[in-house]
């Protein structure tokens, strides 16, 4: 697997984080989740997607 797949694959997964902790926010659908692992999720996942973003682009 090449760098820049890795790369992509990180930011895909990071974006899937910050989605969940975004739905756990605004719905109560999941309401298994608390809302202090939810916004963990949704920092986690802002920060982790603009670094891999900026990485990628780095790359190029």
Known sequence: ???KNKVILSSVS????WTLGAYRIFT???VAMS???AYMFLIG???GFFCSVVKL????
């Open 57 to 60: 682009s780095r790359m190029a």
């Open 28 to 30: 109560n659908n999941l």
């Open 1 to 3: 697997m090449t760098d």
């Open 35 to 37: 809302m202090l692992v």
């Open 14 to 17: 990071a974006l899937a984080l």
């Open 45 to 47: 996942g802002m920060i």
